[in-house]
């Protein structure tokens, strides 16, 4: 137990410290499918979204590095919203706490909000620190994570993502 608890703190500091590196996976990974509700109380499936790449990101109001992330996600979304879709997911949180922070932005998010109010997703996603983010491929296969804030306008990510 103590070495896993060891392996997972060297993991996620690993991570952080390349926090704008996606990280590729030797072997892709079938997407888990979560079903969640948006600020319209509709129900998204994150399966409706085959065909197109998607973002999928974990964050919360709450998180200043989560805060930081969001304008260039945004700005990523509206550039390239036709080929790729950007989906985050607020982790432990609904509405009543997403939308202070939301209507403090200046630029609102346009991409889909999810509420895991019950934190369903972030646990079939293991979800260990926020910001997380999952590059998914046409096809529903993860290909890329990163644990930390990105800058998703950045060069290196906007290579990445082609």
């Not at 070495?3 to 079938?30: E, H, W």
């Not at 996600?73 to 080929?83: A, D, M, R, S, V």
Request: aromatic fraction near 12%; charged fraction near 20%.
């Amino acid at each position: 137990m103590k070495i896993k608890k060891i392996l997972l703190f060297v993991f996620i500091l690993v991570s952080t410290l390349s926090a704008n590196n996606f990280i590729q996976l030797k072997t892709p990974i079938k997407a888990i499918n979560i079903i969640l509700k948006n600020s319209n109380d509709k129900t998204v499936s994150l399966d409706s979204f085959k065909g197109k790449k998607v973002i999928l990101n974990f964050w919360a109001s709450w998180c200043p590095p989560c805060k930081r992330e969001m304008p260039s996600l945004e700005k990523f979304y509206k550039k390239y919203k036709k080929t790729i879709e950007v989906v985050a997911v607020a982790s432990g949180q609904g509405e009543d706490d997403v939308f202070p922070f939301i209507s403090q932005m200046k630029e609102e998010p346009t991409f889909t909000i999810l509420y895991d109010i019950n934190q369903i997703a972030s646990l079939n996603y293991n979800i260990q620190a926020m910001p997380t983010s999952f590059i998914i491929s046409k096809n529903g296969y993860i290909t890329h994570y990163a644990i930390g804030e990105i800058n998703f306008m950045s060069k290196e990510f906007l290579e990445l993502i082609k």
